[in-house]
């Protein structure tokens, strides 16, 4: 999903946009590597709906030394400061009241525009790195949990079922294979809303500013090396 344009920067008409369409998606994870220090309600209710929806958000919390950015501030979102080679925070790296987590954000070696690479600090690298560890841990539990339902589909279908009547035994199997796929997906479901809720740390909230159409800026978070 492309919010952003080629300049690195895009309206928060299209950063919703394009939240909106990970709704509609079913997304698992919508990383932000990307703030400002203004407060939108219209964006901060797109968000609302996603974490509703069981998407994890993940935000970088911003390169002031301050406080932290948007969305990252929002408490339905997971913010992350970056901390160097020592594992102390970055002295760039935003703190304070609703920071979740830290992860590595000095010298990261990353993408850059025209298909190139730079070595970089930010607590956009460092958001990249937790979002990278939720989708491990996502696929994890999917594969433990699938695993589960093949052993416990392949143990109902090496039972004999005798009834009279030929391919009775193997509709009766068939139809426990569709039974178990279905609670498969409602326990997945309830246990990514339930994982979710318990990521959510923040007590920070404000709705009071008034809506903008600044631009963000992408590269603004990028701090080259």
């Known amino acids: 999903m492309q919010a952003f344009g080629a300049e690195g920067t895009a309206n928060i008409s299209d950063i919703i946009a394009g939240i909106n369409w990970a709704i509609e998606q079913k997304v698992d994870i919508i990383n932000m590597s990307f703030g400002t220090s203004e407060d939108h309600p219209a964006f901060h209710q ?7 929806n069981g998407i994890i958000l993940v935000a970088s919390a911003g390169n002031n030394g301050r406080g932290l950015e948007y969305p990252a501030a929002y408490r339905e979102v997971i913010a992350v400061g970056a901390i160097n080679q020592q594992a102390k925070l970055a002295e760039f790296s ?17 993408t850059w525009l025209n298909k190139g690479y730079r070595t ?8 990249a790195h937790i979002s990278g560890l939720y989708a491990l841990r996502l696929a994890q ?7 589960r339902f093949n052993k416990r589909a392949n143990n109902r279908s090496n039972k004999q079922i005798t009834y009279p009547g030929e391919g009775i ?5 068939k139809k426990h294979k569709k039974n178990l796929e279905k609670n498969f997906e409602k326990d997945h479901e309830k246990n990514h809303e339930k994982n979710h809720e318990k990521n959510q740390a923040h007590t920070f909230e404000n709705e009071s500013a008034p809506i903008r159409q600044n631009r963000f800026d992408l590269l603004s978070l990028f701090k080259r090396r």
């Open 94 to 110: 935003a703190r304070g009241r609703g920071m979740n987590t830290v992860a590595p954000g000095v010298g990261i070696k990353s």
């Open 169 to 173: 035994e193997k509709n009766h199997v």
């Open 46 to 52: 797109a968000l609302r709906v996603a974490s509703r």
């Open 120 to 127: 970089l600090d930010g607590t956009s690298m460092a958001a």
């Open 141 to 147: 539990q999917r594969t433990r949990a699938m695993n």
